[in-house]
């Protein structure tokens, strides 16, 4: 039984997505990040990879989709892509999806929702995870208020060096949230 002309077009789509990933994993760092430097010209690639199942790009086509970066702005796409990433095991990734639920980006609001991609993100030492889970415990936002709970996420992202959480940790040991206040450690 011959192909229809719709299945031939899939077979041909998919091939030359092929070559796009074959080409790309013969790419030094240095020709990789100039054929990522215009997002337009970037795009097929890293939908191509990104269809592969290659996390890192699917991130990536996310965040371009998110913010109309080379691509039609698209919030819900954009998450579904991050879901993939994340569903990888992708600690990024599941940042993503926890702000997108947070900000109801491509989804309905939902903290709750937000607190389980934020806290996975943070058990597997992401920064950004450690943060915004540390914010939602602070607020008391889909998750129970605790402070204690907090200021232990933003201490571990302060560690890593974000900035931030840098800021909320020396807020909550000046001020005694979450702890006894110890104005001399704060300053540090």
């Known amino acids: 039984m011959p192909l229809t002309a719709e299945q031939l077009a899939r077979a041909r789509a998919a091939e030359v997505r092929q070559q796009r990933v074959d080409r790309l994993t013969q790419l030094n760092h240095r020709q990789l990040s100039a054929l990522l430097r215009d997002p337009q010209a970037a795009l097929p690639w890293v939908r191509s990879a990104a269809e592969h199942g290659i996390a890192a790009a699917q991130l990536r086509l996310g965040r ?11 919030p819900a796409l954009a998450l579904t892509w991050f879901r993939r990433a994340a569903d990888q095991g992708d600690a990024e990734a599941m940042n993503m999806v926890g702000r997108a639920c947070e900000n109801g980006w491509g989804t309905g609001q939902d903290f709750t929702a937000a607190a389980a991609h934020y806290h996975a993100s943070a058990l597997r030492g992401h920064d950004w995870g450690e943060y915004n889970y540390g914010n939602l415990l602070f607020d008391g936002r889909g998750v129970t208020r605790n402070l204690r709970q907090a200021l232990m996420w933003y201490l571990k992202a302060a560690h890593q060096g974000h900035s931030r959480a840098m800021n909320l940790a020396g807020r909550c040991l000046e001020q005694g949230w979450g702890c006894n206040p110890d104005v001399g450690v704060a300053a540090l």
């Open 64 to 74: 371009m989709l998110l913010a109309g970066t080379g691509a039609q702005r698209d």
